[in-house]
């Protein structure tokens, strides 16, 4: 069964810094672009950054700078750097994967269970 699972949050001070990770595992052929998104309390989820499978990345502005994607392709593995963390990044985070299944060779999104990140003193 194919599972994207988080990990990594948790509680931080106000300018800290927190690495969150998301290993896909099942019946994967191949994962094509992957994606972390935040959904704060009551808000809807939004897209943070986004890296394809050759490494190339894209971020939103409200995380340019401070947020870094990476992905380590023989681990089936995302990563989102987070610094300068802010009050305001309390949510929680999401990852999203395309993902190619190994039998049917048929593409769709994924995503993981979210892990809570909280920032405050």
């Known amino acids: 069964q194919l599972q994207l699972v988080e990990s990594g949050g948790g509680l931080v001070q106000p300018g800290g810094s927190l690495r969150l990770s998301c290993a896909a595992s099942g019946p994967i052929f191949d994962i094509n672009a992957m994606a972390w998104y935040c959904q704060p309390p009551g808000k809807q989820r939004e897209l943070l950054a986004t890296?394809?499978?050759?490494?190339?990345?894209n971020y939103a502005d409200s995380v340019k700078g401070r947020f870094t994607i990476s992905r380590d392709n023989a681990k089936n593995t995302v990563y989102l750097q987070m610094n300068s963390l802010t009050p305001e990044d309390t949510a929680d985070y999401y990852c999203?994967?395309?993902?190619?299944?190994?039998?049917?060779?048929?593409?769709?999104?994924?995503w993981g269970q979210g892990t809570q990140v909280t920032v405050s003193l």
């Open positions: 999203n994967a395309d993902i190619t299944l190994k039998v049917t060779r048929h593409s769709s999104g994924y």
């Open positions: 890296i394809t499978s050759g490494g190339g990345t």
